[in-house]
Protein backbone atom coordinates (compact mmCIF):
# COMPACT_ATOMS: atom_id res chain seq x y z
CA UNK A 1 0.00 0.00 0.00
CA UNK A 2 1.81 3.32 -0.99
CA UNK A 3 -1.03 5.81 -0.22
CA UNK A 4 -3.22 6.36 2.71
CA UNK A 5 -5.89 8.61 3.12
CA UNK A 6 -6.56 9.66 6.51
CA UNK A 7 -9.35 11.49 8.79
CA UNK A 8 -11.65 11.31 5.69
CA UNK A 9 -9.53 13.12 3.46
CA UNK A 10 -8.20 15.60 5.63
CA UNK A 11 -4.75 14.19 5.14
CA UNK A 12 -3.15 12.51 2.57
CA UNK A 13 0.23 10.15 3.52
CA UNK A 14 3.00 8.00 1.49
CA UNK A 15 3.31 4.90 3.28
CA UNK A 16 6.46 3.93 1.60
CA UNK A 17 8.68 7.47 2.52
CA UNK A 18 6.59 8.54 5.46
CA UNK A 19 6.18 11.89 3.85
CA UNK A 20 2.63 13.58 4.09
CA UNK A 21 1.55 14.63 0.49
CA UNK A 22 -1.71 16.63 1.78
CA UNK A 23 -2.63 18.45 4.33
CA UNK A 24 -5.82 20.06 4.26
CA UNK A 25 -6.76 22.01 7.89
CA UNK A 26 -9.02 24.63 9.13
CA UNK A 27 -7.50 28.09 10.04
CA UNK A 28 -7.25 28.29 13.55
CA UNK A 29 -9.85 30.78 14.29
CA UNK A 30 -12.08 29.63 11.70
CA UNK A 31 -11.81 26.33 14.00
CA UNK A 32 -12.09 27.64 17.03
CA UNK A 33 -15.35 29.66 16.37
CA UNK A 34 -16.85 26.65 14.95
CA UNK A 35 -16.09 24.89 17.77
CA UNK A 36 -17.48 27.78 19.54
CA UNK A 37 -20.75 27.38 17.54
CA UNK A 38 -21.14 23.34 18.26
CA UNK A 39 -20.99 24.32 21.87
CA UNK A 40 -23.99 26.59 21.56
CA UNK A 41 -25.99 24.58 19.23
CA UNK A 42 -25.43 20.89 20.91
CA UNK A 43 -26.48 20.95 24.22
CA UNK A 44 -23.89 18.64 26.43
CA UNK A 45 -21.46 18.22 23.29
CA UNK A 46 -18.17 17.02 23.66
CA UNK A 47 -15.38 17.93 21.67
CA UNK A 48 -11.91 16.30 20.22
CA UNK A 49 -9.48 18.23 17.69
CA UNK A 50 -7.35 16.79 15.59
CA UNK A 51 -4.43 19.07 14.84
CA UNK A 52 -2.24 19.47 11.92
CA UNK A 53 0.60 18.99 13.55
CA UNK A 54 -0.63 15.55 14.53
CA UNK A 55 -1.47 16.56 18.23
CA UNK A 56 -5.18 15.02 19.20
CA UNK A 57 -6.91 17.13 21.95
CA UNK A 58 -9.66 14.92 23.62
CA UNK A 59 -12.51 17.03 25.91
CA UNK A 60 -12.76 15.38 29.28
CA UNK A 61 -15.21 13.11 28.97
CA UNK A 62 -15.01 12.17 25.26
CA UNK A 63 -14.97 8.63 24.87
CA UNK A 64 -16.08 7.09 21.83
CA UNK A 65 -14.93 3.71 20.29
CA UNK A 66 -12.03 4.56 18.57
CA UNK A 67 -8.80 1.86 17.19
CA UNK A 68 -7.05 -0.25 19.82
CA UNK A 69 -3.77 1.78 20.74
CA UNK A 70 -5.33 5.12 19.56
CA UNK A 71 -5.47 7.83 22.30
CA UNK A 72 -5.41 11.36 23.05
CA UNK A 73 -4.40 14.03 25.22
CA UNK A 74 -7.40 14.61 27.66
CA UNK A 75 -8.27 17.64 28.47
CA UNK A 76 -10.27 19.90 30.28
CA UNK A 77 -11.29 22.33 27.05
CA UNK A 78 -9.28 21.41 23.96
CA UNK A 79 -10.51 24.85 22.48
CA UNK A 80 -8.70 26.86 24.39
CA UNK A 81 -5.26 24.67 23.78
CA UNK A 82 -5.75 24.91 19.92
CA UNK A 83 -3.14 27.00 18.56
CA UNK A 84 -2.91 26.60 15.18
CA UNK A 85 -4.73 24.94 11.96
CA UNK A 86 -7.14 21.89 13.34
CA UNK A 87 -7.67 19.18 10.75
CA UNK A 88 -11.10 17.99 12.22
CA UNK A 89 -13.24 18.49 15.54
CA UNK A 90 -15.22 15.11 16.32
CA UNK A 91 -18.31 16.34 17.63
CA UNK A 92 -20.16 13.23 20.57
CA UNK A 93 -23.67 14.14 22.18
CA UNK A 94 -24.99 11.48 24.92
CA UNK A 95 -27.94 11.10 22.00
CA UNK A 96 -25.35 10.07 19.36
CA UNK A 97 -27.74 11.19 16.68
CA UNK A 98 -25.27 12.02 14.30
CA UNK A 99 -28.20 12.93 11.36
CA UNK A 100 -29.99 15.40 14.36
CA UNK A 101 -26.18 16.93 14.76
CA UNK A 102 -25.11 17.85 11.26
CA UNK A 103 -28.91 19.23 10.85
CA UNK A 104 -28.31 21.52 13.56
CA UNK A 105 -24.91 23.25 12.47
CA UNK A 106 -25.48 23.35 8.70
CA UNK A 107 -26.57 26.66 8.64
CA UNK A 108 -24.75 28.19 11.45
CA UNK A 109 -21.12 27.33 10.84
CA UNK A 110 -18.70 29.72 9.58
CA UNK A 111 -17.42 30.22 5.53
CA UNK A 112 -15.15 27.64 4.39
CA UNK A 113 -16.21 24.74 7.10
CA UNK A 114 -18.78 21.77 6.80
CA UNK A 115 -20.23 19.34 9.54
CA UNK A 116 -20.66 15.60 7.81
CA UNK A 117 -20.87 12.03 9.43
CA UNK A 118 -17.24 10.92 11.16
CA UNK A 119 -18.14 7.75 10.05
CA UNK A 120 -18.34 6.37 13.42
CA UNK A 121 -21.54 7.93 16.11
CA UNK A 122 -20.15 11.41 15.81
CA UNK A 123 -20.42 13.90 13.54
CA UNK A 124 -17.37 15.99 12.73
CA UNK A 125 -16.76 19.81 11.12
CA UNK A 126 -13.58 19.89 8.75
CA UNK A 127 -12.78 22.41 5.67
CA UNK A 128 -15.58 22.67 2.99
CA UNK A 129 -15.10 19.54 -0.08
CA UNK A 130 -12.60 17.86 1.82
CA UNK A 131 -13.59 13.83 1.61
CA UNK A 132 -11.88 10.90 1.11
CA UNK A 133 -12.64 11.04 -2.68
CA UNK A 134 -11.33 14.50 -3.23
CA UNK A 135 -8.40 13.33 -1.47
CA UNK A 136 -8.14 10.38 -3.79
CA UNK A 137 -7.98 12.62 -6.75
CA UNK A 138 -5.00 14.01 -5.54
CA UNK A 139 -3.56 10.75 -5.37
CA UNK A 140 -4.88 10.13 -8.80
CA UNK A 141 -3.49 13.26 -10.41
CA UNK A 142 0.29 12.47 -9.22
CA UNK A 143 -0.08 9.16 -11.45
CA UNK A 144 -2.18 10.28 -14.21
CA UNK A 145 -5.36 8.21 -13.21
CA UNK A 146 -8.82 8.26 -13.85
CA UNK A 147 -11.94 7.81 -11.26
CA UNK A 148 -13.00 5.37 -13.94
CA UNK A 149 -9.83 3.28 -13.15
CA UNK A 150 -11.01 3.10 -9.54
CA UNK A 151 -11.97 0.70 -7.35
CA UNK A 152 -13.78 1.90 -4.25
CA UNK A 153 -15.39 -0.09 -1.15
CA UNK A 154 -17.54 1.56 1.32
CA UNK A 155 -19.95 1.04 4.12
CA UNK A 156 -20.41 4.14 5.91
CA UNK A 157 -22.15 7.79 5.35
CA UNK A 158 -17.99 9.05 4.85
CA UNK A 159 -17.61 6.63 1.92
CA UNK A 160 -20.72 7.88 -0.06
CA UNK A 161 -18.41 11.02 -1.74
CA UNK A 162 -15.96 8.15 -2.32
CA UNK A 163 -18.22 5.89 -4.10
CA UNK A 164 -19.83 8.38 -6.12
CA UNK A 165 -16.09 9.19 -7.35
CA UNK A 166 -14.77 5.78 -8.32
CA UNK A 167 -15.48 3.77 -11.66
CA UNK A 168 -16.15 0.65 -9.63
CA UNK A 169 -17.67 1.31 -6.67
CA UNK A 170 -18.82 -1.55 -3.94
CA UNK A 171 -20.55 -1.09 -1.14
CA UNK A 172 -21.21 -3.58 1.94
CA UNK A 173 -24.59 -5.16 2.26
CA UNK A 174 -24.34 -3.67 5.96
CA UNK A 175 -23.99 -0.32 4.92
CA UNK A 176 -27.25 2.42 5.06
CA UNK A 177 -29.49 2.52 2.34
CA UNK A 178 -27.81 5.69 1.50
CA UNK A 179 -24.22 4.32 0.91
CA UNK A 180 -26.08 1.31 -1.15
CA UNK A 181 -27.50 4.14 -3.08
CA UNK A 182 -24.31 5.64 -3.46
CA UNK A 183 -22.79 2.66 -4.89
CA UNK A 184 -23.14 0.95 -8.74
CA UNK A 185 -22.92 -2.90 -7.10
CA UNK A 186 -23.97 -4.11 -3.12
CA UNK A 187 -21.64 -6.66 -2.02
CA UNK A 188 -22.02 -8.92 0.66
CA UNK A 189 -21.33 -7.73 4.72
CA UNK A 190 -17.65 -7.22 6.27
CA UNK A 191 -18.61 -10.35 8.28
CA UNK A 192 -18.92 -12.55 4.84
CA UNK A 193 -15.41 -11.24 2.95
CA UNK A 194 -17.74 -9.07 0.92
CA UNK A 195 -14.15 -7.13 -0.15
CA UNK A 196 -12.47 -10.69 -1.03
CA UNK A 197 -15.47 -11.77 -2.72
CA UNK A 198 -15.24 -8.76 -5.27
CA UNK A 199 -11.64 -8.01 -5.84
CA UNK A 200 -11.38 -11.59 -6.32
CA UNK A 201 -13.95 -11.85 -9.06
CA UNK A 202 -12.50 -8.71 -10.79
CA UNK A 203 -8.64 -10.10 -10.50
CA UNK A 204 -9.89 -13.56 -12.36
CA UNK A 205 -11.62 -11.62 -15.22
CA UNK A 206 -15.39 -12.69 -13.99
Known sequence: MEY??????AVVVNCLTGATIATRAMPMQRAIEAAHVARRLLPNVLLAADMADGRHLWEAGFAPEMPEGFAGATVDDPVKLVDGAVLTWLLETPEADVVAMISALR?????GVECRSSGLDMAEIAAHGVTKASSLQIVADL???????AV???DGMNDVEMLRWAGHSVAMAN??????AAAGEVARGNDEDGVAIVLESILSGV
Open 4 to 9: AVCLNG
Open 107 to 111: DHLPL
Open 143 to 149: HELDASD
Open 152 to 154: AFG
Open 175 to 180: APDAVK
